[in-house]
């Protein structure tokens, strides 16, 4: 019986440690540049479904991430406000590769009955683009940064705007 208790107590606090992931907050309260308000939406990693109902964008952030081909106003054309993450080729002609990993810490969607069409994502990035002797064009690393969503006339969610620190 014992034994029973100890693996319902266990799965119960790993469950916790994952919907709840406190952990992330060290990396975004160590900086002035977030109001408790944004690091309020990283507390909870949100319901699995709104992993689904946002997987536009991370497609469409995933695209833009890799993208070494476009120009700056293509990107813009493209990827929208995610446009900041392609590293555009008028600007880093000499990129040839690039690397990048995205990861979702949380996603907060109709947060309130009067917000309904507003939603929060909280992602952390590293992204480098390499030119041909291997050496970094341009980069960021372990940036965590507020993507703010919204819906458009289709239902479908779309990045609105993003807040990241210096």
Same mark, same amino acid.
């Given at each position: ?54 997987? &536009?964008?991370?497609? #469409? $952030? /995933? ?10 106003? !293509? *990107?813009?054309? %493209? ?30 969607? &109709?947060?309130?009955? #009067? $917000? /309904? ?10 992204? !480098? *683009?390499?030119? %041909? ?34």
């Amino acid at each position: 019986m014992a034994c029973k208790k100890t693996v319902i107590v266990t799965l119960v606090i790993v469950l916790l440690i994952y919907l709840f992931p406190i952990w992330h907050l060290i990396t975004v309260t160590s900086v002035d540049f977030y109001s408790a308000y944004d690091v309020f939406y990283l507390v909870f990693r949100g319901i699995p479904t709104n992993r689904i109902q946002v997987s &536009n964008i991370v497609q #469409t $952030a /995933e695209a833009a991430f890799s993208d070494i081909e476009s120009t700056y106003d !293509e *990107a813009k054309e %493209k990827y929208g406000v995610l446009s900041i993450y392609a590293t555009p080729s008028d600007y880093y002609s000499g990129a040839i590769t690039e690397n990048h990993k995205l990861r979702i810490w949380s996603i907060i969607l &109709n947060p309130s009955p #009067t $917000a /309904e069409h507003r939603g929060y994502m909280w992602v952390y990035y590293s992204s !480098e *683009a390499l030119d %041909k002797d291997g050496n970094v064009v341009c980069g960021s690393w372990r940036v965590p940064a507020l993507w703010y969503l919204d819906k458009d006339d289709d239902g479908e969610w779309y990045v609105k705007d993003i807040k990241e620190g210096p």
